[in-house]
């Protein structure tokens, strides 16, 4: 069994992916569902834990290491994007759904973590940041001792 | 409400033409279709997608992009899990005239350009006005 918070927050992303998904379905090739606009302003994260570190992993395609900003402060991770507009003259856009401007994430971590050795990498638009937990978060195996 | 939204992916539509061989949940790249006077240029966000899986195809005026992502979390357990990992796919119809053979696609960071000239005819021409 997993005990674990409960996140009211999460169960409405999965509610509205799953909305999404749906209504995908119905929205005729080459419209706009449109609320789009509204939930393209913030990048999504999956997070996961091993019993050493934690490993936040978001989607950030075309952007460059020198635009993007990320901190740890406590147990709060902060990630912010920037994405400048682009300035093109004399172009006629056709389709524009790739996120530009800036972004910022702040991500609550599930425990303590040594913010001294948080590494980042980024590969083919996947930023992935690893976080070694702090010596007291880390599980300890409780050995039992019997006395009779 | 909209500060606490992410971007999402979103599925692939249905495609009536074909159907997948390899099964799977494929999702729709976000794209930006800009034109140019000479060209068209398509900018396919793939994060997660390999330089050599990546599959293009223009046929019949029907532009295909394929991304294959390799899996990257196989036996995790999220604690947070916000966007699933799989094949990006789309396919358009070009209603302009593209030059077919000189169509370039490159790969960066993520996201997957092409440029696709247009044919001759299709080219814009300024036309002299004599007094």
């Known amino acids: 069994m997993v005990l674990r918070s409960w996140r009211p927050m999460n169960q409405l992303a999965q509610l509205r992916r799953e909305m999404d998904r749906l209504i995908a379905g119905w929205v005729p090739d080459g419209l706009e569902w449109p609320w789009t606009g509204m939930l393209r302003s913030q990048p999504a994260v999956n997070v996961w834990e091993t019993p050493e570190s934690i490993f936040v992993e978001l989607e950030v395609p075309g952007l460059k290491s020198d635009q993007l900003d990320i901190s740890v402060v406590g147990d709060q991770l902060s990630v912010k994007i920037e994405r400048p507009e682009p300035t093109e003259q004399d172009v006629t856009y056709h389709r524009r759904e790739r996120p530009v401007g800036s972004f910022l994430r702040v991500v609550q971590l599930p425990a303590e973590v040594d913010a001294n050795r948080v590494e980042a990498e980024l590969q083919h638009g996947v930023l992935t940041i690893q976080l070694p937990k702090a010596e007291a978060a880390k599980p300890r195996k409780i050995q039992v001792t019997s006395t009779s | ?131």
């Open chain 2, 1 to 131: 409400m909209a500060s606490e939204s992410t971007i999402t992916k979103t599925p692939a539509e249905e495609s009536t033409q074909a159907e997948h061989t390899r099964s799977g949940f494929y999702y729709r790249p976000n794209v930006d279709i800009i034109e140019h006077p000479e060209e068209l240029v398509v900018l396919a966000d793939v994060p997660g997608a390999s330089p050599d899986g990546i599959d293009v195809n223009f046929e019949d005026g029907m532009l295909t992009i394929h991304a294959k992502v390799p899996p990257r979390h196989e036996d995790v357990e999220f604690l947070v899990g916000e966007y699933g990992v799989g094949d990006f796919w789309r396919t358009f119809h070009v209603a302009e005239t593209v030059d077919a053979g000189k169509i370039s696609a490159e790969y960066a960071d993520g996201v997957l350009t092409l440029h696709m000239p247009k044919a001759e005819a299709a080219k814009p021409r300024k036309i002299a006005v004599k007094a």
